[in-house]
């Protein structure tokens, strides 16, 4: 998928390059972007004809790739705090019927604005309305990997067969050089057997990602094989649904029989440890267990109704401590393999690893520039940059931030939008949205 058009040519000098190529290299050096990708990574780039940014202050890092949210929910932050995740869904739906495509667009604005101020420039999104997503991340400059929700007809709040809605959505955005639209079944606890491959079949007419919940808790998990006979990830094998190009949520409740099976059948998964703390989902979803077994794990946010936050600084450090808290072992999930699900292995996720995840010439330039001399930076040393982006650095330190080698960020401040406005949108959206959760 081609870049946006010719971005002016760019370069940043001096920068401490956090590259993460195959030998995860990191050193100070120059990049040098034309036509939105990275054309020179090394020392001395020509200048000719660039705007030149005296890197010597920052770090140059891969854009961040959130490998699950749903960014329009910006006005129903704290809207369903201190739930667990049935009463949380059921204050979520009964709020959802009264969402409009306006408001849906405005919280969309708020969240994306929110992931790219955080240095994250790809996103991967779950819900309905996508075009008014679609038209947002068009609008803020960001990279849209988004998902039509699709469940079964009498089960939704969508008007019009879900189904056909996401075939109107893959149709009218096939070609968006910043949106990839693709097709989101939302759980097996709304998807009967015939919209789960309903949504695969339309997928692969597409050549379309696939995007779900799976095995977020363990009440979804039993009341599934009481209905079924199956646990969740084995009853989708059988029915012949999993496959390549399709990333699954959450995936807490695993037993070792269906880790291998999503890994056999190729199916990535979206890691959400704060959402799953949050929501009190219960156990620590085997993502070591699942790297193991081959399967490429990305890390992801949720929403910011169970997270309350769009961070991936905040989500690194956070999986980090998680994982070696729960195994008693401080050597898993160390600082690089964090970094890595949030770059490079999240761009692997969404199929698109050869062109984001890393900063190597040939990729698309999307990247974020972080000071070193921001507080959480200290001290600014090459050797210790990886560890401060795992556990250390707070989203105030991302300075600017480029998607196709352009500015959409640029001293903490948004480029191709005005911050108060779309705060103004949000909040008049929340207003109406609060009302409708008491009832009014």
Known sequence: MPGAGASPPLVVAD????????????V?????????????????????????????????????????????????RGIADDLELSGFLET?????????????????RAGIAEMLLGGTTSFLDLYYFEDAVARATEALGARGFLGWAVLDADKTTQKGVPLDNA???????????????????????????????????????????????????????????????RRPAAWLEEIGFLGPGQVAAHAVWLTGAEIEALARRRVGIAHCPSSNLKLASG???????????????????????????????????????????????????PAQQLLDLATIDGAR?????????????????????????HPTAVP?????IVSHLAYALADEAVDSVFVDGRPVVRGRALVTADWASIREGAEAAAARLWDARRGR
């Open 92 to 108: 979520l739906f009964r709020v959802d019927a009264h969402r409009t495509e306006e408001d849906v667009e405005a919280g969309a």
């Open 283 to 333: 156990g620590v979803a085997p993502i070591v267990e699942l790297r193991e077994a081959g399967a490429t794990v990305g890390l992801g946010t949720d929403s910011v109704a169970s997270n309350n936050g769009l961070s991936m600084l905040r989500e690194m450090h956070l999986a980090g401590l998680l994982h070696k808290h729960q195994r008693w072992d401080a050597s898993v999930l």
């Open 349 to 373: 996720l969404l199929g698109r690893d050869r062109e984001l995840g890393s900063i190597e010439v040939g990729k698309l330039a999307d990247f974020s520039l972080v000071r070193l001399d």
């Open 15 to 26: 920068a401490l390059l956090v590259t993460q190529d195959p030998a995860r290299t990191v």
């Open 167 to 229: 075939r109107g959505f893959l149709e009218r955005w096939a070609d968006h050089p910043r949106v990839q639209p693709l097709v989101a079944p939302q759980g097996v606890y709304v998807c009967s057997q015939e919209t789960w491959l309903g949504a695969r079949a339309l997928a692969e007419r597409h050549r379309a990602l696939l995007h779900y919940h799976l095995s977020e808790t363990r009440r979804e998990v039993h009341e599934h094989e009481a209905r079924t006979g």
């Open 28 to 76: 100070r050096a120059d990049v040098r972007v034309e036509g939105g990708r990275f054309v020179h990574v090394g020392p001395r780039a020509p200048r000719e004809g660039a705007e030149v940014v005296d890197g010597r202050r920052f770090a140059l890092v891969p854009g961040f790739v959130n490998a699950h949210a749903h960014v329009a929910m910006g006005p129903l």
């Open 380 to 384: 600014a040393r090459p050797e210790a």
